[in-house]
């Protein structure tokens, strides 16, 4: 479980994360826990995240995109994020069936994950130009829209040109949330320009706004000729850049995929050095791997107990007009009951229950003893 330490740093994290983040403006579509109600048409699924604040992306699990059977499957998922793939899991022969069956999912099917996402082909090229016609023609919009190999700002601006043109029609005017693949050495060293590209009057997307970057550790490997290694000694730079970035202009970073999905104990250990990194989230590729990778980016019912606890002690001495104060050898200010704070924010947003106790520390300990 994390300890008061490891909770304010996740909450000076979160804190900076959210400093730059532009509000997040839900259509008419709303989604609620039974899934997408929708009041007109041409719209987005609706918006699980609260204003001014992006979604929770602990775990993106991606789906291949021209697979029926596991998109239906998939749609009843107590997952943060589905990402449904026309990229890399589908072969260059399905990719049109891929576009398909995404919009008639997004239409039909009523996915309980707060941030259903459709992550597009390699930017300025004709399939991704297919692929975000099918998408903004469609009735109905992803919450998120997953750009991989983005190396060069003109990818974005060309990213926003597209959207731009096949949205100039819709009224009211969609929001969809944009999330940038750091996948190669070119945009490794770009990333700050790239970034800024959705940051400047004259290049900023109207429709399209910018809220994390996914580091794709597999590509990014082969592109250098690195050896993958379990514990990617070989990504460590790489990580940390991109979690640099990110952070500093208030985007969610998520880390790379473990695709050992038999592996939970690896699994578990890789999420949590993530989550120590400053990671937001985690890809995935298998349902079995939401439950490790989103505790692993959740406050412990431990650390959010001693939070409240915390808090109250801190408006008790409030109330008699003292300012800091120590508690169990620490020293508590106004910048640790911000952080407090924020800790409790996420705790909620994780539905994280100190009544109920830590199910998934539990449920660690068990599968220890086994």
Known sequence: ??????????????????????????????????????????????????????????????????????????ASLRVDCVCLDMEDSVVASRKADARTAIVKALQDLKFACGDLAVRINLPRTDVAAADLKALFEAPVLPHTLVVPKVSEPADLEWLFEQVASLCSRRKPRPTVNLITMVETPLGLLNLRNIIEVDRQELTESQILTHQGMIFGGDDYAAAVGATRTPNNTELLYARQCTIAHAKAYGLQAIDVVHINFKDMDRLRAEAVGGFEMGFSGKQIIHPAQIDIVQAAFSPSAESVARARAIMGAYKEHLAQGTGAFAYEGLMIDMPTIKQLETVLALAERARVDPAQGDKAEAAKAEAAKA
Do not use: N
Not at 56 to 67: K, S, V
């Open 1 to 74: 479980a994390l300890d008061l330490k490891m909770a304010l740093s996740l909450a000076t994290r979160a804190t900076r994360g959210l400093a730059h983040v532009r509000a997040f403006t839900a259509g008419p579509i709303l989604r609620t826990d039974a899934g997408i109600t929708a009041s007109t048409p041409s719209q987005t699924a609706g918006g699980a995240a609260t204003e001014g604040q992006p979604p929770a992306r602990r775990a993106l699990l991606y789906l291949p995109g021209h697979d029926e059977r596991k998109l239906v499957k998939a």
